[in-house]
């Protein structure tokens, strides 16, 4: 079972930037993708970003060229640096690890944290 525990949500203005981080409770190395989603009042969580073990990233077209996704193994911990804030970034934002095993994938998800863009 894994743990995340996300850190550094908050209140920005438009244009501001926030770091996120997701620290896991163990070697981050074994897991195959870790990532952040989001989740605005009345939407549908989504895909926000995620990176490989191999250090391949994917990016929602709404975050690409301002947000950046990176993964320190020897920290077990995930960030997100999310520049160039717009309100419509406002959501809960939940860290997200997947294990690939002989029963197929797992999910793990953090508590999410409060992410809110002032216009």
């Known amino acids: 079972q894994v743990q995340l525990m996300e850190s550094g949500g908050g209140l920005v203005q438009a244009g501001g930037s926030l770091r996120l981080s997701c620290a896991a409770s163990e070697n981050i190395f074994s897991i195959k993708i870790m990532g952040w989603y989001r989740q605005a009042p009345g939407k549908r969580r989504e895909l926000v970003a995620d990176?490989?073990?191999?250090?391949?990233?994917f990016y929602a077209d709404s975050v690409n060229g301002r947000f950046t996704i990176s993964r320190d193994n020897a920290k077990n911990t995930v960030y997100l640096q999310m520049n160039s804030l717009k309100p419509e970034d406002t959501a809960v934002y939940y860290c997200?690890?997947?294990?690939?095993?002989?029963?197929?994938?797992?999910?793990?998800w953090g508590q999410g944290t409060q992410v809110t863009v002032s216009s």
């Open positions: 997200n690890a997947v294990r690939l095993g002989p029963i197929g994938r797992t999910d793990y």
């Open positions: 990176i490989t073990t191999g250090g391949s990233t």
